[in-house]
């Protein structure tokens, strides 16, 4: 079923808004398997509008529209799918019913205007909008199927959740399942050339790679029947990818490093601390991101100048002297100081040079040390993360704490399973 | 000049990534006075994008794409347009030798694919790249203009601002010149019917406010014929927007509040440091991604735990078991605490629930409290920061600190002029 996506707004051509219905329905029909391939915007221009409708069904099978159903004058997309399908509107007497419902309970005045929005084209598929006035609905002649929703995000959304999923899986009989794989310290195109073969082999289930922010993820997909057909269909894919890429896979289906971190924390039953110098607390910000890491997070120093590194967490002089704050020495102090200052299990420091200034030829900018220090595994790494591009400060400081929760990460996997030696007693 | 925008990319019909490029594009578009009248996104493939190339032109006079000029065969973008206008690609040796300087720079090996991101049509000119390797370019042949653009986001603004910009406005004689307006502590539709009298009746300059995460910026652009003469129709609606809207203005062309904030400290030779409970660190990672920000910032402390506001901050025991550890009086003594512990001249504090659980009836998900800590003043402010939302746990933290950032301005303006009294006494 070929399918494309025609959203109708001048609001969108004038870069007002963004067009994220677009990027929600392509997600939601490509998770249905349903094929998209191509999206267009028009404005609130009737002819356009029709000739927009022409290119999109002389090229795809369904069209699904956004935007347009509203009430005033130049809200005409309804009006010109009955035209194209010679498919006149009439009065939806249900539909008057709940916009009527609707102004009543917001408490506001029902215009003669409204009424035009429960005008609908005779045989549709009405799908009844829960947070709003517009209903929508899907019309099919002759093979070809408009499917109309509200434009706005949160009205489009809901409708999309209660009425259009189920109406389309309906239509096609099949769920699409997705599991993913986090994999950080390997780009993209090193990802890809590795899982190449079983890309290009597999059709059911894909495997998609994609790429954020020094991280890449690995989309599995089955069409199947149901999810436990899914879930069969892609735990052997989820094992080869892992043998395929040892020691880079840091979870399945997590949300991020952060989420990782604070799951494995809560598994070991042990509390982190940080100390942070370049990086300024992005460190903390990203773990207290994750709902309840105040279990297993304590404390965060951001301990921007050598007094506060000296002072709060027990750094001394003369590492500071000999060695610099961006030093192996100083992350190594500054970890060991902030884990007995918060009493925690295990810390990790963060000390480098973010740019734009600052750098010199023995230590430039993207010269980063972490330290992770723990009574099992202490390590300090040195990290160059400056590519020369422009305005990298940011690239720099999400790098050097990406890297930092994954050195939490490995030495969290080194940590003694908690009590085992008392359940080896017991025995 | 009619204009569409024809965006390039599979990642978009799959709904991996949200089509900003469109909208960054219509928005800046809009402002040269350029009209746009369609938006069309194609996937990586050769027969439907030249068949999308093809209805682009049969109604517009100017194509803006986006995307496909990567190193990879699937990268068509280029190629396609040749074949449209009967253009052969030829080798463009400054592209090349632009491309080898960024691999050599970036510490990785060159490909022969990438050779081919520098082959480009005879004619053409040439945009290039100053955060990656494909460079742009416009073609014109008999009236119709392809302009091709890279399509990570960062690559495709950055060649617009240097180079794409400039060609339009020399096309069309005139320039753009704008400047923005912050504005923090009233939402978008309050700015807008503030402003409604002159943003509807001025021409020259053009008044637009836009809302993201909090703010309002309210852009204000004149088409003038040279610098100067946009900055003379623009300074007196900046003066009418300030008269209109006191209180709210942060800064005029400022980046964000952390940089108002930094460089009003750098301004006023003051030091600051933060102590962040709910917002676990973000206050800090705000501040400290400002370069230069460590010449007025020395120390943030994330005390997640009470132990750590008692033992770090010094926060007394009896004001953590009386009133807990979310109230004002904690809120007062973390910034008081932080403020001695890094000898700074101002300190902030927040203490609040960011849900989504740990929520009371008396003590609310969204109930923040934030103190400010000066010798010249402090206060402490309540807020309630929750609408309800799902997932709003990041919402409620980057509102805390932008409240936070917005109260420490608010103290700093209020901050004794440095050597006033001394300059009183020479007199």
Redesign the interface.
């Known amino acids: 079923m070929k399918t494309e996506i025609l959203c109708v707004g001048t609001e969108?051509?004038?870069?007002?808004?963004?067009?994220?219905n677009?990027?929600?329905?392509?997600?939601?029909?490509?998770l249905l398997g349903v094929e998209?391939?191509?999206?267009?915007?028009?404005?609130d221009?009737p002819q356009?509008l029709a000739?927009?409708l022409n290119?999109a069904f002389s090229?795809s099978d369904t069209v699904v529209m956004t935007g347009g159903l509203g009430p005033t004058y130049d809200d005409l997309t309804k009006e010109t799918v009955a035209d194209y399908f010679h498919c006149p509107l009439k009065l939806h007497q249900p539909s008057l019913n709940a916009i009527e419902d609707y102004f009543a309970r917001t408490g506001r005045e029902l215009t003669e205007n409204n009424k035009k929005q429960a005008m609908l084209p005779e045989g549709c598929t009405v799908f009844p909008n829960s947070c709003g006035t517009a209903p929508g609905f899907a019309l099919t002649v002759e093979s070809k199927t408009a499917i109309l929703l509200p434009g706005p995000p949160s009205e489009m959304t809901a409708m999309f959740e209660l009425s259009v999923r189920p109406y389309l899986e309906k239509r096609s009989q099949k769920i699409l399942v997705s599991h993913n794989v986090h994999i950080f310290g390997l780009g993209e195109s090193h990802v890809e050339s590795l899982l190449k073969p079983m890309m290009t082999s597999y059709c059911n289930p894909t495997i998609?790679p994609?790429a954020k922010q020094g991280e890449v993820r690995i989309r599995v997909t089955a069409s199947a029947g149901s999810p436990e057909e899914g879930d069969r269909l892609i735990a052997p894919v989820l094992g080869q990818i892992q043998a395929a890429l040892p020691d880079v896979v840091y979870g399945i289906d997590v949300d991020s490093l952060q989420g990782a971190v604070v799951q494995t924390l809560m598994q070991r039953g042990l509390k982190l601390a940080?100390a942070?110098s370049c990086?300024?607390?992005?460190?903390?910000?990203r773990?207290?991101?994750i709902?309840?890491?105040?279990q297993v997070?304590?404390?965060?120093?951001?301990?921007?100048?050598n007094?506060?590194k000296e002072?709060?967490l027990g750094v001394s002089r003369q590492t500071l002297c000999r060695y610099g704050a961006v030093s192996p020495q100083t992350a190594q102090e500054m970890a060991r100081g902030v884990r007995k200052?918060?009493?925690a299990d295990i810390a990790v420091s963060t000390t480098g040079i973010a740019?734009?200034?600052?750098g010199t030829p023995e230590k430039p900018v993207g010269l980063v040390y972490i330290a992770v220090d723990s009574p099992w595994y202490s390590q300090v790494m040195e990290l160059h993360l400056s590519?020369?591009?422009?305005k990298e400060?940011?690239d720099i400081?999400y790098l050097a704490s990406s890297h930092a929760l994954n050195l939490v990460l490995q030495a969290l996997r080194k940590a003694p399973q908690p009590d085992e030696s008392d359940c080896a007693e017991l025995k």
């Open positions: 969108l051509l004038l870069g007002d808004i963004v067009n994220t677009a990027a929600y329905l392509s997600r939601e029909l490509a998209v391939y191509h999206h267009t915007v028009v404005g221009n356009r000739q927009a290119i090229r998609a994609y940080t942070e990086t300024g607390g992005l460190i903390s910000k773990i207290t991101e709902p309840g890491s105040s997070f304590d404390c965060g120093i951001c301990s921007y100048a007094s506060i002072t709060v200052l918060a009493e740019g734009p200034d600052g590519r020369g591009r422009k400060r940011e400081r």
